[in-house]
């Protein structure tokens, strides 16, 4: 079966850290460039980091920028999402997918999970 599986999310306080996973089934993560995404009801998806399947370019929302970090487990077939210094904003549903990828556009193409909810008390 082809998916990616999130998992990691939950609840911490503010200026808390949680580490989410990214984990891909039935096909090879390394052949594609990976984004993480939230979204909150009523409000546009964000992307919050891209990776490119190279490893060379990395994208970062200005709102996680210095706080959050992306990397790959080739090993693993897993992508991850450090999450640092989380505030209340960082609230939202958190998945990941394969994207098109190049410079600031960053959009989701062909694979995608069912997302971790993340919630930051104040």
């Known amino acids: 079966q082809v998916q990616l599986v999130e998992s990691g999310g939950g609840l911490v306080q503010s200026g808390g850290s949680l580490r989410l996973s990214c984990a891909a089934q039935?096909?090879?993560?390394?052949?594609?460039?990976i984004g993480w995404f939230r979204h909150v009801p009523n409000k546009p998806r964000e992307a919050v980091s891209c990776n490119s399947k190279n490893g060379n370019n990395t994208y970062y929302a200005d709102s996680v920028k210095g706080r959050f970090s992306i990397s790959r487990d080739k090993n693993k077939n897993t992508v991850y999402l450090q999450m640092n210094s989380l505030k209340p904003e960082d609230t939202a549903r958190y998945f990941c997918?394969?994207?098109?990828?190049?410079?600031?556009?960053?959009?989701?193409?062909?694979?995608w999970g069912q997302g971790t909810q993340v919630t930051v008390s104040s």
């Open positions: 039935g096909f090879t993560l390394d052949d594609y460039d």
């Open positions: 997918a394969t994207v098109i990828y190049s410079g600031t556009l960053c959009v989701e193409y062909k694979y």
